[in-house]
Structures are given as C-alpha cells and as structure tokens.
C-alpha cells in the first residue's frame, strides 16, 4: 500500500536524522524497504551539511564553514577542495616537510607537527583514552577534546580546590607549590652542618672507623672470633640479627 504525502514527509525526516547520526545507507535501506541509491536522494534534500573541515553543520550548498573557509596563518580566504587548513603561500613546499613529531598544545591534549617547519600536520587532536595501557583517542577539534578531558579526567586540587585537568593518571595537586605546601609537615627540617676544619675532619673519620685502626693480625683475630660466634647462632638469633642491622641501616638513611 502506497504511503500518504504526510507519511512519506515524515519518513524522508526520519532517513535524514539517521544518515545525520552516521548510519549506513544500506542499514537504513532495510529498515524502511527501500535502495541505497533512494536513500542517498533522500539525505541529499537536506537543509544542511556536514562542513568537511571540522564536521559541523552547515548550510548547502557550502562545503566549508567561515573557520575551515579561511587560512589558519595569515587569515585569507580559501579557494579548496581539500582540508588543508593553510593558504598555497603559506603551506609548506613539497619535500620541506621533514620528519612529524607530537607535540603538547595544552595540557593533556596533543596534536601533530611537522618537525622542520613547525606547521600542523592535520586538523585532529589527541589525548589519552586510558593510561595502562596508553590509548589515544582523535578529536576533529579542540573543543571536543577539551570537553571529553574535563568531562572524564577533571578532579579538584586536595590543596587549594581548583578543578584541573593533570597530565597523568594519579596526580592530585593542581601545581608543584600546592604540593609541597601539603607535604610540608611530612618532610624533616634539615639540621645545619657545622663547619670542621680538615684536621678535625680526619680525626673524626679515625675515631668512627675502628676498624682502620687494627693491625692485620688483630684484623684476622677479630673476624675469627666473629665466625666462631656466628656458627653457634641458632636460626631465630641470625634472624633477630639481620632485623637489628635492616633497622639500624634504615635509621641511618633517615639520619642523612
């Protein structure tokens, strides 16, 4: 049964909120029993378009809307067929281009450069999807990326309680003065050194270190007798032992 011109107004709006959501033709064909190609006639009647540039809608039969319509250097209008975002004088020779290298735009968001002449090498910016393991997710625009890091990474600083995007997954201070001045009371004071002369110096290192003072054989007779001593130590004594000497070590780090 043939539909009414109602219905068919109303399907035609329906085909073309769908080819505007990203469905196929072929999927939405199926639905509505109808070819590919009728389809595409449909979603050609639209009032609108998405900009080949940044993909935002625009009026037909425009192509480009003003931002993607004009250089991204000196600000001329632009006569393309492409999604170049610069001029024929301001885009970069063929063969100048070098190697590409990525580079932070603002924190926690990255886009690609060319090395040589520092151009952008294509309208898309990236930030990290997951940390372990990494994943970059791609933007058409900064916006967007801006909006998906604020939406899924955005926290409060535990210091001062600014909202901040951080470069890495665990930080929790928005800035280095925040943390330190959270931390203050964990880190010790540092005790001023006294100054010692050279002789006093070589005194004191004499006087600590016993050992030096030992002659060869009392050296031997000493380590000896430490082995004898050892050897008669049951397990719970040797492990009492090794305890002493791990905290011992532990309260001389904290010392220095």
Not at 209 to 224: F, I, Y
Request: charged fraction near 35%.
């Amino acid at each position: 049964m043939p539909l009414s011109e109602v219905e068919l107004r109303a399907r035609d709006e329906q085909v073309i909120e769908r080819v505007r959501a990203g469905e196929t033709y072929q999927g939405i064909g199926q639905d509505y029993g109808i070819s590919r190609e009728r389809v595409r006639q449909i979603a050609g009647t639209a009032t609108d378009r998405p900009c080949r540039g940044c993909g935002k809608r625009i009026e037909r039969p425009q192509q480009f809307c003003p931002e993607c319509s004009t250089c991204s250097s000196c600000g001329k209008p632009l006569t393309r067929r492409g999604r170049s975002l610069l001029c024929s004088d301001c885009k970069p020779k063929k063969g100048a281009l070098g190697p590409v290298t990525m580079r932070s735009v603002e924190v926690g968001i990255y886009a690609y450069f060319y090395a040589q002449t520092g151009y952008q090498k294509k309208s898309g910016f990236y930030t990290a999807e997951s940390y372990k393991p990494l994943r970059w997710r791609h933007f058409r625009t900064i916006e967007e990326a801006r909006a998906f890091r604020w939406e899924t990474a955005a926290r409060k600083c535990l210091a001062c309680g600014t909202e901040f995007a951080p470069t890495v997954e665990h930080r929790v201070y928005c800035s280095t003065a925040c943390a330190r001045g959270a931390n203050a009371h964990r880190r010790k004071p540092r005790t001023p050194r006294t100054l010692l002369t050279p002789e006093e110096r070589e005194r004191r290192r004499k006087e600590s270190n016993k050992w030096a003072n030992l002659t060869p054989e009392q050296r031997e007779r000493h380590s000896a007798m430490r082995r004898e001593r050892r050897a008669r130590w049951t397990p719970e004594e040797r492990e009492q032992h090794n305890a002493d000497r791990r905290e011992a070590r532990r309260r001389q780090k904290e010392d220095q």
